[in-house]
């Protein structure tokens, strides 16, 4: 069993936590994933690690509440353990000295492209990262991204923080730069959004790499539920991946494939808000 440590609620939907897991923290790197169960018939959560302590034994996780599963985590507390907690998992990051570089992080991505840049900025790179939300309440981790960073650009949907413009935007005018020669670019964070950095940066030949969040079942390639296509022939995400060249990445069959089980979520979701009113009834009616 692996305990909670502590519990951060980020946004009304999106959580952190510390997970004691002192031989995962032990070999985890930038760029890598765990896959969480929290009981023994619960669905395997492939989450990329948003930061490790080696010293404590700690993992640091943040999820987005989407479907069922990371709606029972995310009622989870200090004490509560999962059942388990597998990993490191997936290629770390290529870390070292390439020049002047870009993390992107969106949504909840802006966890995992945090470690990221910590592990380039330390390389000795030039940081430029570019955060975004819809709205001020989701985004998170500001200032720790600007510790890590040389220049930190905040864009949202609404305009409620930072300049109200897609990700892309200034992604395409650091590119306009002359004064700027952009050695690498890093993005995670929807699918979408990965896709369309791919496509701003695909003109200027930078090389731009993505951190794929695929639908997973064992993380050891035996299942091919995570196959991922690429323009020179398919790719598993637990053991090729997490990270790929986002120009070979075929983003319209990925997009498709991410949305198998739409319909069977939905369901899930339902049935499990249907249980947790029924239960709460339960539990008010007996007080």
Not at 134 to 154: A, G, N, P, Q
Not at 185 to 203: D, E, Q, R
Not at 248 to 267: G, P, T
Request: hydrophobic share 40%.
């Amino acid at each position: 069993m692996y305990k909670i440590l502590s519990k951060e609620v980020l946004s009304d939907v999106v959580k952190l936590m510390d997970i004691e897991a002192p031989h995962v923290a032990r070999k985890a790197a930038a760029g890598q994933f765990v896959i969480v169960r929290i009981d023994e018939f619960g669905e395997r959560i492939p989450l990329t690690i948003a930061d490790y302590s080696r010293e404590k034994g700690t993992i640091t996780i943040i999820f987005q509440e989407l479907g069922k599963s990371t709606m029972q985590l995310g009622k989870l507390n200090p004490g509560d353990s999962l059942a388990s907690f597998a990993g490191p998992l997936g290629h770390p990051t290529e870390i070292e000295n390439f020049g002047t570089v870009v993390c992107m992080g969106g949504g909840v991505g802006i966890a995992p492209i945090y470690p990221i840049a910590r592990a380039l900025k330390e390389a000795g790179n030039k940081v430029i990262s570019i955060i975004g939300a819809r709205t001020k309440e989701l985004l998170f981790w500001e200032e720790k991204m600007r510790v890590v960073s040389d220049e930190l650009i905040i864009c949202t949907d609404d305009g409620s923080i930072g300049r109200k413009s897609l990700v892309t935007e200034p992604l395409k005018e650091i590119l306009d730069n002359k004064n700027n020669t952009i050695a690498k670019v890093w993005a995670i964070g929807p699918a979408i959004m990965m896709k369309f950095v791919t496509l701003t940066t695909k003109p200027y030949n930078v090389p731009t790499i993505v951190s794929l969040n695929t639908i997973m079942i064992d993380g050891t390639g035996m299942c091919g539920g995570c196959r991922v296509l690429l323009e020179d022939g398919a790719q598993f995400v637990c053991v090729d991946g997490p990270e790929f060249n986002g120009h070979k990445v075929d983003w319209d069959n990925l997009l498709s494939r991410l949305s198998f089980y739409k319909n069977e979520e939905k369901q899930a979701v339902e049935h499990y808000e249907h249980t947790c009113r029924i239960d709460g009834a339960i539990v008010k009616g007996r007080e």
